[in-house]
């Protein structure tokens, strides 16, 4: 008579519960691994920006961002210190709105309606919970993109808060105390490192006159 699971040997019940796991995740259905596939691409995203937020920026980084806009956009680093410049002055709405509109393109076209209408809601339509700023418009003719979503739907409200973020906010942020903080800060190490080079450069000379001496 079978006394049940109880009598087998404790080996063999951990392999029983390893094989059930391995089948349980093979029967798992596509959209569910899909699932998990993305929810570990976005905290490797976000672990990304977390050690971005601790690094301090080189000062070539810096210099490069005083270049152009692009290259604070471009660079990790760069994005998360405007970011944050942003949030101080109540605006981060538009840096997000770009990013978001960054990675939606990068959907698949299957994703595309209803991410066009998330982004819609968050950051385009009126008194949406992050409204950017954009004339009546380019409000509308997002509307209507939206409607039949493709991933340029957002074109002309991503480049009219780009430009709105160079022409006004970027400007500011290279006059603001971080950026000039950050300067002054890889000037002074440059200035010492340029001392300390000197000073050695002058004890080798000295030793190489003892020595001939």
Known sequence: MCKGLATLPATCLKSAKDIKHKISFLLQKPEAQAVNQKQMKEKTTAAAAAAAAKRVPTAAEVEKWKESFSHVLNSETGRTVFTNFLRSEFSEENINFWVACEDYKKNATSEL??????????????????????????????RHNVESANPSCFAEAQKMIYVLMEKDSY??????????????????????????????DCAKNRRALAGGA
């Open 113 to 142: 309606p209803t991410k066009a209408k998330q982004i819609y809601k968050q950051y385009v339509e009126a008194d949406s919970p992050n409204e950017v700023n954009l004339d009546a418009a380019t409000r509308e003719e997002t």
């Open 171 to 200: 400007r500011r942020f290279l006059k603001s105390k971080l950026i000039q903080d950050l300067s002054r800060t890889h000037a002074a190490a440059a200035q010492e490192k340029k001392k300390e080079k000197k000073n050695c």
